[in-house]
């Protein structure tokens, strides 16, 4: 994937997202496309990915914006620094507004995201909500044994065990 490439394919991404278009956003995906999403988790094939934007992000948020900042295409791997708002529509926080910015890392095959990994300090994003710190402390557990589950952080650890 060429560099203008990968900036348009963010660019409907990350309007897809604000427009809460979930058909628009999965078809930036391969049909068995992959996305690791720091708060829910994993979603897998375009229907999952559709009913993430639609029925999480956007049943927890309003006034939601996500951009991309400078992206860096290198073949089948990219990257860019994003800024993402939001209003939040959960009961305990609703009203409350919220910034955030993270890394994305995309795999790409022919010309859509096979997978979609951020890097987001959801402290950050919990603090501004104003999670109680035991509701945090209990959040980032389960983050952190996510990530440690998973196949490539398990074989990078092992590593070190021999």
């Known amino acids: 994937m060429t560099q203008a490439e990968f900036t348009a394919l963010l660019a409907r991404l990350g309007a897809a997202a604000n427009a809460g278009d979930g058909k628009a956003f999965a078809a930036c995906f391969t049909e068995d496309g992959l996305y690791h999403d720091y708060i829910y988790g994993p979603h897998q094939g375009r229907a999952a990915i559709m009913a993430m934007l639609e029925n999480l992000f956007h049943r927890d948020a309003t006034d939601y914006d996500w951009r991309f900042l400078d992206p860096v295409c290198h073949g089948e791997i990219g990257y860019a620094r994003s800024l993402s708002r939001f209003v939040s529509t959960i009961p305990e926080f609703a009203g409350r507004e919220v910034v955030i910015d993270g ?39 389960r983050w952190a044994e996510r990530f440690l589950a998973r196949d490539d952080i398990a074989a990078y650890r092992a590593a070190f065990r021999k």
């Open 103 to 141: 890394i994305s890392r995309f795999v790409l095959k022919d010309g859509l995201i096979a997978e979609y990994h951020e890097s987001v300090n959801g402290g950050v994003a919990m603090a501004q909500l104003g999670v109680e710190p035991a509701r945090m402390a209990k959040v980032m557990r």
